[in-house]
């Protein structure tokens, strides 16, 4: 979050009011990122993100297929300058350890 308010106070108030309205509606935005169902990572970067446009808010996200047969979506949102490497990292592999358990 400290990343997010590490722009001027102008952003800083924006980036905080999407980041809250996104989480305060992740049960709706979870099913439409469901519907983009994808084999791998998908990397939205601010304004390209289909379902949730936000020029402050980048987000990694995966959709994967639990062995109960349910549905999970995965996703990490933060600031655009955020580390895509590692984050993509991070989600393929807590993907692979949820896909076998």
Not at 41 to 59: A, C
Not at 73 to 78: D, T
């Amino acid at each position: 979050m400290s990343e997010f308010f590490g722009e001027d106070e102008t952003d800083s108030r924006n980036a905080a009011k999407e980041i809250s309205h996104l989480f305060d509606n992740m049960e709706h935005y979870a099913l439409e990122f469901a519907d983009t169902h994808s084999e791998s990572v998908q990397v939205y970067i601010g304004n390209e993100n289909p379902v949730f446009t936000s020029p402050h808010i980048s987000m990694v996200l995966k959709t994967i297929q639990l062995p109960t047969g349910e549905v999970a979506l995965l996703l990490i949102a933060g600031p655009k300058r955020m580390s895509y490497r590692k984050n993509v990292a991070l989600l393929s592999a807590m993907a692979s350890i949820l896909e076998k358990t």
